[in-house]
Structures are given as C-alpha cells and as structure tokens.
C-alpha cells in the first residue's frame, strides 16, 4: 500500500510531485486538449458557403462522454498534485519553524 504524501521523505514527496506534474502536463497535451478541439470541431457552426455535414447526436454524446472522462482523470491528477505541493509546504514550514 503507498504511504501518504506527508509520511513521505521530502525529496520522496519532490520526485512524487514532478512526476504527477509531468504527467499531468502529458495528458492536457496530448489527451484532454485534443478531445477537447475534436469536439469544438465536430460541433462548430459552418459558415455559409461551405458544405455542411450531417452531425449525429450519438457522435456528439460520444466525443462529450471521452472529454467528460478525459475531465475526469486531469481532476484526479491535479488533486493528487495538489496534495503532495500541500504536504510540501507543511514539511518545509515545520523545518523553517523548527529552528
């Protein structure tokens, strides 16, 4: 079973923390935002004189459905990072106030 962010060493809880950041900067470039435009531009209103195409609905819940997850997974990674920068900052506190 993984330790807890604060019962980690500092350095552990720095490694940690680059770590999910890098993952998670991995995942908006190359997940989220992606998902994200495919569905601005399955969804984005065709200006007159081009040809428009015909736009189901299930592909339109489909491609939300993918963001929604896609959402889903960048809130946990941020909250996981989150919680290891909080865990951070109280170690560094105690050590700064300790002396």
């Known amino acids: 079973m993984k330790r807890a962010p604060s ?9 940690d923390s680059e ?3 890098s993952e998670l900067v991995e995942h908006l470039e190359l997940g989220f935002i992606p998902t994200n435009e495919q569905l ?3 969804v984005r209103v065709v200006p007159d004189g081009i ?20 959402d889903n997974f960048t809130q946990e990674l941020f909250e996981k990072l ?10 560094v506190n105690r050590i700064i ?3």
Not at 82 to 91: G, N, P, R, V
Request: proline share 0%; aromatic share 4%.
């Open 7 to 15: 019962q980690l060493t500092l350095r552990e809880m720095f490694s």
């Open 40 to 42: 601005i531009r399955l």
């Open 97 to 99: 106030t300790d002396k």
């Open 82 to 91: 989150d919680e290891y920068l909080k865990a951070i900052d109280q170690s």
């Open 51 to 70: 040809e428009k195409r015909r736009v189901e609905d299930i592909s339109v819940r489909n491609q939300a459905a993918e963001l929604l997850k896609s």
């Open 19 to 21: 770590r999910l950041a």
